[in-house]
């Protein structure tokens, strides 16, 4: 677990930087849009939209990119249809990995990850290959000098979280999907304030994974990420903090 909390902390300063190059904002429309047309367009009634658009705050993206966003994926503004896709595969040293994209031309993109997955060590397998062994949960990460384990524990579990890891960055809180809003109103009331919040798809073994392979499959999850189409990539490896931050340059 400790290694996909660490992951979570690397993308989330990896978005910072590239918003600066408009690739956050580019894959943060898509989400809004998508979120909107799946769910509608308040955020109060759906969770996925709200976390899009608070993702999308936390990169100082304008409100008025939110709001086109959202208009487009309900239909009041004309936009690009998207689809969901889920790739599933395997990396270095055996390590389960999910592609979540959304794209335009699935044929485009289906070959893009492929070409990624095979030029750095991993092989794209078919549906269902690996999605067994991940759980869709929400997580959020709070850094140690944010507050206490105590603070954190008391009002995490308090709001119905399913569990809270501590490790040398800090805490990692586990939740359903359906409680995940809760958990998160709770320690912003509380004065807990988080690195970064997902729904997120935890994987229920993890790989351990020497520092030799290490750098191959950051690697391959970097480049699956920077795929334009790309929103999230999952995996069930296990990497010493030390050594996932050596590797993904952190």
């Known amino acids: 677990m400790s290694g996909h909390s660490k992951w979570a902390t690397i993308k989330h300063k990896k978005a910072k930087t590239d918003a600066a190059r408009g690739k956050a904002f580019s894959k943060l429309i898509r989400e809004i849009t998508t979120a909107a047309r799946a769910g509608g367009k308040d955020p109060d009634a759906n969770p996925r939209l709200r976390t899009a658009i608070e993702s999308a705050k936390a990169v100082n993206m304008p ?7 959202i208009k487009k994926g309900t239909g009041e503004l004309p936009g690009v249809s998207y689809e969901e896709v889920t790739y599933e595969g395997y990396g270095p040293a055996g390590v389960a ?16 990850v492929r070409h990624v997955f095979d030029k750095y060590g991993g092989s794209m397998g078919g549906a269902g290959c690996v999605a067994w062994q991940f759980k869709p949960q929400g997580l959020i990460v709070i850094s140690k ?16 979280a399913d569990d809270v890891q501590t490790d040398d960055s800090g805490y990692s809180v586990l939740t359903a999907i359906s409680s995940f809003e809760a958990v998160k109103q709770k ?27 290490a750098s191959r499959v950051i690697k391959l999850m970097e480049l699956l990420e920077d795929l334009d189409e790309v929103q ?9 903090d030390k050594v996932l931050e050596k590797v993904s340059g952190a």
């Open 145 to 160: 000098d944010r507050a206490s384990e105590d603070a954190v524990l008391d009002a995490a579990l308090e709001a119905g």
């Open 97 to 112: 990995i999910m592609v979540k994209a959304i794209t335009d031309n699935k044929n485009r993109s289906t070959s893009a």
């Open 187 to 213: 320690l912003k009331e509380t004065g807990i304030e988080w690195l970064s919040a997902e729904l997120t798809q935890i994987a229920s073994n993890t790989i351990p994974v020497s520092e030799k392979d």
């Open 232 to 240: 999230q990539v999952y995996a069930n490896f296990d990497i010493p």
């Open 63 to 69: 409100a008025d990119n939110i709001e086109r966003a």
